[in-house]
């Protein structure tokens, strides 16, 4: 049984003269949370479009509830749930009006749950979207993707205009929806805290390419950042399996992102004949090294 919320296989996207997507597969199982991290321009924002349809690969396919991405039914668009960079939302209406014109089309549409999420986000629904702060389109951007209780919920940067408090409150409002419906959610950001809070897995994109899709609670678990030192020098960079990433910090010194489960640290040690101290890190200190 294929419980694949989202799947996708060799994407690749060109915008002008660069190559914004590079052979990228990713995979979301039902009831996951992903966070995708990157540095700016890595295509975070290009690679969410393209897994719902919103833009076209040159080569390629992704899949939707097992949909094309590019050719979705109107049921399988019920069940999404999605909230851009910027909350681009129509000018000359409040946030009531928004509200009452998604509830005539979106067939889900559960106007209990979308009047509490109002109450708890202190959405000003009587407000402009053009007089609104970047915060609150932010926050009514969210109530209209929220508020069918969709199965997936895609957000790109969602909280990025947020202060932490508020923040604090969007994400146990996610986490009570995974929890009570099973919703799977994908999510671009640079606050990593939110990717500790939130994320079942984690997916880096690097320059176009993505570089590791895994577990969190795996990756916590297997990979650990080593200090390598001995007498003489270490190479500048250094591939083999099982090294996530490796920096020079000194003469015969260096920090490593091992994956143990591929590369045993007694081998690190044997290998570079060097003192090895390793420590378990948390998500935020990974996502530095690693992207670092």
Sequence with gaps: MNDAVIEAHW???????????????????????????????????????????????QGGEARVFGESATDMSPRAKARLGYV?????LPAMHTGEQLLALIAEWQPR???V????LVERLAV?????????SAGELQLLALVLALGHRPD?????????????????????????????????????????????RLATHVAVLEDGVLGLQREVDALKQDVVLCRIERQTPLPSMLQCAGVLSWRLSGHGAANALVDTTQLPLEHLRDEF???IKARRVNMEEFVVEYLR
């Design 152 to 196: 997936l919920l895609v957000l790109d940067e969602p909280v990025a205009a947020l202060d932490p408090v508020v923040r604090r409150a969007v994400a146990a409002i996610l986490a009570e929806l995974q929890a009570e419906r099973g919703t799977s959610i994908v999510f671009s950001t640079h606050i990593l805290s939110d990717l500790e």
């Design 11 to 57: 994407l690749r996207c060109t915008l002008g003269d660069r190559q914004v997507l590079r052979d990228v597969s990713l995979r979301v199982g039902a009831g996951e949370t992903l966070g995708l991290v990157g540095r700016n321009g890595a295509g975070k924002t290009t690679l969410l479009r393209c897994l719902l349809g919103l833009a076209f690969p």
């Design 273 to 275: 004949g060097a003192a």
């Design 84 to 88: 851009a960079q910027n909350a681009d």
């Design 109 to 111: 549409w559960d106007a």
């Design 124 to 132: 000003p629904l009587q407000t402009r979207t053009e007089k609104m």
């Design 113 to 116: 749950w979308a009047a509490q």
